[in-house]
């Protein structure tokens, strides 16, 4: 499983997660709400930012975004969890 930082927290998180199975701070900015900008400023001041996804294009989407360290997947799409990013990413 590959992991990411999380932020400047000093601590590495899954790059894809189950909802409820990970705990994320409550000041994480979660990407589907912002704004490049607004993600762009959180990351450099070591803000925590995250997102949601429920296909395997959205996963590759957010993670398109070096500032995201972490995608939440829904319990039901639990298989997002053995997604080949490289295959999906490169062909």
């Known amino acids: 499983m590959r992991e990411r930082w999380l932020g400047a927290t000093g601590v590495r998180v899954p ?8 705990e994320l701070p409550d ?3 979660w990407l589907e709400q912002s704004d490049t900008a607004t993600v762009r400023e959180a990351h450099a ?3 925590p930012v995250a997102a949601h996804a429920d296909t395997a ?7 398109a975004h ?3 360290a972490c995608v ?3 319990a039901d799409h639990r298989n997002l969890l053995d997604l080949d990013l490289t295959a999906l990413t490169y062909g």
């Not at 294009?57 to 993670?63: D, T």
């Open 15 to 22: 790059e894809i997660a189950v909802e409820g199975e990970i």
């Open 45 to 47: 001041a070591g803000r």
């Open 72 to 74: 939440v997947v829904p």
């Open 66 to 68: 070096p500032e995201v």
């Open 57 to 63: 294009e959205g996963v590759k989407r957010a993670l």
């Open 27 to 29: 000041d994480v900015l």
